[in-house]
């Protein structure tokens, strides 16, 4: 993929200021496109919009396929006559700053089921018949999807106040040598699919046909938490096209093992006859932890994927490739080989190096998709060969400049040593602390060496750092939200390693102000990045229904 230079800012949906406990597709979404039309920014990046999963990550989504409902509009939906003032009338008193799952998810849903029934009850025939169209043109996922979700919801409800039951028994005595207590329970109780019965689990044909008339209704309700998703999703996406801005959406090499990819698919992936992995992916001892990092997603029988002409892939990129422009794969050095930890490991230290798919997987992309905007994740160990399929196949890598300023001059993370332009420069990620954080608590080594190399004080850490991306060689610069707000550690999206805590941060309303939109603007300028439509174009505006 060929960049042209450009520069953008990283913030993902649930960052948007709402009075509903988590940003959404709604007005926020409009006014933050606004603010990079204003600042003439041509990148908007995000984190992958899939159903989060465990730890609230959506890293650990429920599928790889499907939206996250919870970044449903209830504003739009009131627009679109789905709810009403009353449904809205009384809001919890949520937190501004942060989200707070256990209180939004149960909020949320309601409404949602509201404005189900209310579809039901109230739909006309074409905007019923929309929504049937939009169930078959996805049925190769949402049908599995729809009734992974109902399914679960369901276990856990039936299990909710019963304790100890055989069936618990049973799971805890068969994962008593690789789970602790606590995981056992939160398995059980959270209904991971291989806790269900046998035969569901399995998927077994009678058995999905029992499970899918006994919950027809809350399967369609599912389907429609799609549908609405994707209908404003593609709204936020034509006001970013209208406005000149490129959508970097985001995929994680790995599945989660809680999802209706394995649960659907499991002869993709490296499983026993039980629906356990054999051995589970992570990272190795790097800057991000000491033991390394267990991620616990079940590994892929890339045999098997090949033996199939990598279809799944060519089925996932492309259904990527409907929602945003281009896509940035998470640990792209997992293609060339990956880390395999056995099953029931504590931590990530006990693995060894496997071989990946290589360039096979990306030549039977390009065949079924043509040539590929795909940004290679390329940060930890990078070795020669992962080099070699990268640059292979042109893909633009990345470089983080916070990682810049130690081991003295020779750092590859430093502008001056960058060997090509091909590349995606950030201040930061998502898995970093905020600049501001990260000099604040850097060693002072370190933060002497951020200070000579540009000449600062030190005291606009964030900007320094955001001007200095906007600079360099790298044809795409993109810097974290929470650097253009010049925010501390306490707006640290993600630790690397760390359980609880993460995925949590929102900027307040009225954060996003004309001067910083106008330290974009000139900092894009400088950097020769300006490339944005001299006007921004507002989006149409809906009446409400009565």
Same mark, same amino acid.
């Given at each position: ?125 074409a905007q019923k018949m ?6 078959? %043109?996805n049925a190769d996922w ?15 409800? %039936? ?22 207590k606590s995981q056992i ?187 590929? +905007?795909?940004?290679? %994740? ?18 633009? *890598? ?16 430093? +502008? ?41 004080? *030190? ?88």
């Amino acid at each position: 993929m060929a960049l042209q230079r450009a520069s953008g800012v990283l913030a993902h949906p649930t960052m948007f200021p709402s009075r509903y406990g988590i940003g959404d597709l709604g007005q926020a979404a409009e006014d933050f496109v606004a603010f990079l039309a204003r600042g003439k920014q041509t990148l908007w990046q995000v984190l992958p919009l899939n159903p989060t999963g465990f730890g609230d990550s959506p890293y650990q989504s429920f599928s790889t396929f499907a939206g996250n409902q919870l970044l449903v509009s209830p504003d739009t939906l009131l627009a679109d006559g789905l709810l009403t003032e009353e449904d809205l009338a009384d809001i919890p008193d949520f937190p501004e700053d942060s989200v707070d799952y256990g209180e939004v998810i149960p909020y949320k849903t309601a409404l949602l089921r509201k404005a189900f029934s209310r579809f039901e009850e109230t739909a006309s025939r074409a905007q019923k018949m929309t929504f049937t169209r939009f169930c078959n %043109e996805n049925a190769d996922w949402l049908d599995g999807y729809a009734l992974f979700v109902a399914l679960k919801f369901h276990f856990i409800r %039936e299990r909710e106040n019963t304790f100890h039951s055989p069936e618990y028994k049973a799971y805890a005595v068969r994962y008593k040598k690789r789970l602790t207590k606590s995981q056992i329970d939160e398995y059980f109780y959270g209904a991971v699919w291989h806790s269900w019965p046998a035969d569901i689990a399995a998927r077994e044909p009678k058995a999905v046909a029992q499970w899918s008339k006994k919950l027809a209704d809350d399967i369609r309700f599912e389907k429609f938490c799609q549908y609405l998703f994707f209908t404003q999703w593609a709204g936020i996406r034509a006001l970013a096209a209208r406005n000149g801005i490129r959508i970097i959406g985001d995929i994680p090499i790995f599945v989660a093992l809680d999802s209706a990819d394995v649960w659907c698919d499991r002869d993709l992936f490296l499983l026993d006859e039980n629906g356990d992995p054999t051995s589970v992916a992570g990272v190795p001892p790097d800057y991000f932890s000491a033991t390394g990092q267990l991620w616990g997603n079940p590994l892929y029988d890339w045999d098997a994927h090949a033996q199939t002409d990598y279809a799944w892939w060519i089925r996932r990129v492309r259904a990527a490739l409907r929602v945003t422009d281009e896509i940035r794969i998470d640990h792209f050095r997992g293609f060339e080989s990956y880390w395999d930890i056995p099953y029931g490991s504590k931590n990530a230290m006990r693995g060894q190096w496997a071989k990946g798919p290589g360039v096979s997987l990306f030549d039977a992309l390009r065949e079924a998709l043509g040539d590929l +905007p795909i940004i290679a %994740e390329d940060l930890g160990i990078i070795t020669p060969a992962v080099e070699e399929l990268r640059d292979g196949l042109g893909l633009p *890598g990345m470089k983080v400049l916070q990682f810049g300023f130690d081991a003295g001059t020779k750092n590859l993370n430093m +502008p001056h040593n960058f060997k090509t332009n091909n590349l995606v420069v950030y201040t930061g990620t998502h898995d970093n602390d905020t600049t501001l954080g990260w000099y604040a608590g850097t060693d002072a080594l370190v933060s002497d060496q951020f200070r000579r190399y540009m000449n600062v004080s *030190g005291e606009g850490a964030s900007w320094d750092l955001i001007r200095l991306a906007f600079l360099s060689i790298a044809n795409y610069a993109v810097t974290p939200v929470q650097d253009v707000l010049s925010l501390g550690s306490d707006a640290r999206m993600n630790a690397p390693g760390i359980a609880v805590g993460n995925w949590q941060f929102r900027y307040l309303p009225d954060a996003l102000t004309d001067d910083l939109a106008d330290a974009l603007a000139y900092a894009a300028a400088l950097g020769d990045r300006n490339l944005a439509l001299e006007e921004p174009v507002p989006a149409p505006k809906k009446k409400a229904k009565r």
